[in-house]
């Protein structure tokens, strides 16, 4: 399984933005996939996640109200959508993938087996 995320960019504060993780070599359906991110000397965290049908999504108390996790699994691609950008989202955000993932250990780098590039986020005040 291969993740690739793009989308990111420079942005102002208050601006959207909408990353797009595209999953290929196997059925993006069966598994969840999460955003992390990790902001310079900072460790990675988590931001959201999607369950495999879409049924279950998780947001960071950071970003609730703000960022939509979204999949279509018919195009293989989960999407982040951000609103209202702040300095503090400045990071870079990576996609994973989990195909036996159990729904309490959504949050949990270490839970994820797969792993795109990162993308660049950056928001301007």
């Known amino acids: 399984v291969q993740l690739q995320a793009f989308g990111g960019g420079l942005v102002q504060g208050g601006d959207s933005l909408r990353l797009s993780c595209d999953v290929s070599?196997?059925?993006?359906?069966?598994?969840?996939v999460a955003w992390f991110r990790q902001a310079p000397e900072k460790e990675r965290e988590v931001v959201a996640a999607?369950?495999?049908?879409?049924?279950?999504?998780y947001y960071a108390d950071a970003v609730k109200g703000r960022f939509t996790i979204s999949r279509d699994n018919a195009k293989n691609t989960v999407y982040l959508h951000m609103d209202s950008l702040k300095p503090e989202d400045t990071a870079v955000y990576y996609c994973?993938?989990?195909?036996?993932?159990?729904?309490?250990?959504?949050?949990?780098?270490?839970?994820?087996?797969?792993w795109g590039q990162g993308t660049l986020v950056t928001v301007s005040s």
């Open positions: 994973a993938a989990d195909k036996t993932l159990i729904l309490s250990s959504w949050s949990r780098e270490d839970q994820y087996d797969y």
């Open positions: 070599g196997a059925s993006a359906g069966r598994y969840t």
């Open positions: 999607i369950w495999r049908t879409g049924g279950y999504k």
